[in-house]
């Protein structure tokens, strides 16, 4: 299931436990990156209802800079749900 098949089906419907890309963004991106991805995720399947939660591990082999970029990332978007239009 894609992002989109996601908005398209079940956005605003249900409850959305989304794992991030812990194998491809989050371990090898960079802060751009792990904005974007997270960001994207939130204004794709968010809705001003709730329903979004993200998930992620945090690995021993990641980068830490990383794991501060995550945790940046979701800090500065757990409200951005709120600016979207359902």
């Given at each position: ?13 249900v ?21 974007e991805?997270?960001r ?8 001003r209802?709730?329903g979004l ?13 990383n794991?501060?970029?995550l945790?940046d ?14």
């Amino acid at each position: 299931n894609s992002l989109e098949d996601l908005r398209e089906h079940v956005r605003g419907r249900v409850a959305i436990f989304l794992s991030l890309d812990m194998q491809g963004v989050l371990v090898f991106g960079n802060r751009r990156d792990i904005f974007e991805h997270v960001r994207e995720c939130v204004e794709k399947l968010g809705s001003r209802r709730g329903g979004l939660m993200l998930s992620s591990g945090v690995y021993d082999d990641w980068p830490l800079e990383n794991v501060v970029h995550l945790a940046d990332a979701m800090r500065e978007c757990r409200y951005a749900h709120r600016e979207l239009r359902d």
